[in-house]
């Protein structure tokens, strides 16, 4: 089946605009996950959708970053006032559901340069 | 607070020998452990995951080993290929076990033909 999907998949933007990344994950998994790779490093946790609940976003590096998850299916990630610091891999999870976490299915990512 | 860490940032094997990666946690009350592989341009690939309550784990050509009394995972990779060179990253399951991973910073393994 389907897999998590991405887009876009390269993203290049000057510094100070916003931008959209979206995901499309498995159809039917009810927790969606949005991660941070940063060039050669390990993947730092953003955001994270469960069902209906609230979602746990205290990953959030500041306050320029948001997302929200509509019809408990697609996410879109938003950061506004791009910085060069933004400049990494956004990957995006789904698993389907919370107690099967360690289950987590990963997109491809879009890789976000700020110039 | 939480961290996980590997102990090689590279790692270099001949092709049909065994590699070992490891990786030492801080979380004691984490759930799960979980081996990813990260290919060059991809996302992570779930590889095999091990509950806090086992010591060893056997997949197809990979064994993944947990000693909780000195808080250190490591995956084991039967008979290397080629097509095992990838970053491979632990993760484990949040203290607050809210659903997010907390992953390592990843060991690239390199299979020399």
């Known amino acids: 089946g389907a897999g998590v999907s991405q887009s876009p998949s390269n993203k290049v933007t000057e510094k100070g605009k916003d931008v959209e990344l979206r995901c499309d994950p498995i159809s039917g998994h009810t927790a969606l996950y949005w991660y941070r790779q940063s060039l050669g490093q390990g993947l730092e946790f953003l955001i994270y959708f469960q069902g209906n609940s609230a979602p746990d976003k205290s990953g959030l590096p500041s306050d320029r970053f948001s997302a929200e998850r509509t019809g408990g299916s697609v996410s879109t990630l938003t950061i506004q006032r791009t910085q060069q610091e933004d400049s990494a891999v956004y990957l995006c999870?789904?698993?389907?559901?919370?107690?099967?976490?360690?289950?987590?299915?990963f997109g491809p990512g879009t890789r976000l340069t700020v110039t | 607070g939480e961290s996980v860490g590997l102990h090689l940032p590279t790692l270099s094997v001949q092709e049909g020998d065994n590699s070992i990666i490891n990786c030492a946690y801080s979380n004691s009350a984490s759930d799960y452990f979980i081996w990813y592989k990260q290919e060059s341009g991809k996302g992570p690939q779930f590889i095999i995951d091990?509950?806090?309550?086992?010591d060893k784990r056997q997949g197809q050509r990979v064994t993944v080993l947990l000693n909780k009394t000195v808080k250190h995972l490591s995956l084991q990779i039967a008979a290397t290929q080629p097509g095992d060179s990838a970053v491979y990253f632990c993760a484990e399951t949040s203290r607050d076990n809210t659903g997010k991973l907390i992953f390592g910073q990843g060991t690239t393994l390199q299979v020399k033909p």
């Open positions: 999870a789904s698993s389907p559901s919370r107690e099967a976490s360690y289950e987590q299915y």
């Open positions: 091990i509950r806090s309550n086992m």
